[in-house]
T-cell receptor, first 113, second 113 residues
Framework: QQQVKQSPQSLIVQKGGIPIINCAYE??????FPWYQQFPGKGPALLIA?????SEKKEGRFTISFNKSAKQFSLHIMDSQPGDSATYFC????????????FGKGTLLTVNP | DGGITQSPKYLFRKEGQNVTLSCEQN?????MYWYRQDPGQGLRLIYY?????DFQKGDIAEGYSVSREKKESFPLTVTSAQKNPTAFYLC????WGTGNTIYFGEGSWLTVV
């Protein structure tokens, strides 16, 4: 049973475009929603995270939008660059506990020059 | 520099052999984790440890074993009982508590032939 559904599986955009990656969840007990960025052959790194008491959070060119009623959250990358090409994972947990993180299956983003 | 060191980066083993993956961290983190990553899949939790000499099973612990004799070290043994051991293994650590960032190592590729 997949608790966090991530889409699309892959995404190709041109430089300067705004890729959007979506995640949906069913467990209403989830209260911490991080996004991780992973480059080939490397471990994931925390990009940005949000809690359900806010609807949007921005850090640089990365924005998380959160829709609690729809149980969905998404990552937007403004002015995307070729260096943003990576795999992005959404995740969710209850009680903010890291050991209860459930990951989506990932989105492979390619930003063409 | 502070961080998480995993070794070896690449490992080949014959079917039926046990193999141990090393994970060391110098971040003074209490919690450590092992995840498995398969192509096109998200990260799945194998084991985690909150303190020395204590560890808990994650979602896919069958066929794996761990130890936590030192705060800095959390080795993972992939036993012959693991039916599909070929994968990318990620070690991680965090301060224990709500919403603390998980830091990942660079991973170990295990191929069983």
């Amino acid at each position: 049973q997949q608790q966090v559904k991530q889409s699309p599986q892959s995404l190709i955009v041109q430089k300067g475009g705004i890729p959007i990656i979506n995640c949906a969840y069913e467990n209403t007990a989830f209260d911490y929603f991080p996004w991780y960025q992973q480059f080939p052959g490397k471990g994931p790194a925390l990009l940005i995270a949000i809690r359900p008491d806010v609807s949007e959070k921005k850090e640089g060119r990365f924005t998380i939008s959160f829709n609690k009623s729809a149980k969905q959250f998404s990552l937007h990358i403004m002015d995307s660059q070729p260096g943003d090409s990576a795999t992005y994972f959404c995740a969710a947990s209850t009680g903010g506990s890291n050991y209860k993180l459930t990951f989506g299956k990932g989105t492979l983003l390619t930003v063409n020059p | 520099d502070g961080g998480i060191t995993q070794s070896p980066k690449y490992l080949f083993r014959k079917e039926g052999q046990n193999v141990t993956l090393s994970c060391e961290q110098n971040l003074n983190h209490d919690a450590m984790y092992w995840y498995r990553q398969d192509p096109g899949q998200g990260l799945r939790l194998i084991y985690y440890s909150q303190i020395v000499n204590d560890f808990q099973k994650g979602d896919i612990a069958e066929g794996y074993s761990v130890s936590r004799e030192k705060k800095e070290s959390f080795p993972l043994t992939v036993t012959s009982a693991q039916k599909n051991p070929t994968a990318f293994y990620l070690c991680a650590s965090s301060a224990w508590g709500t919403g603390n960032t998980i830091y990942f190592g660079e991973g170990s590729w295990l191929t069983v032939v």
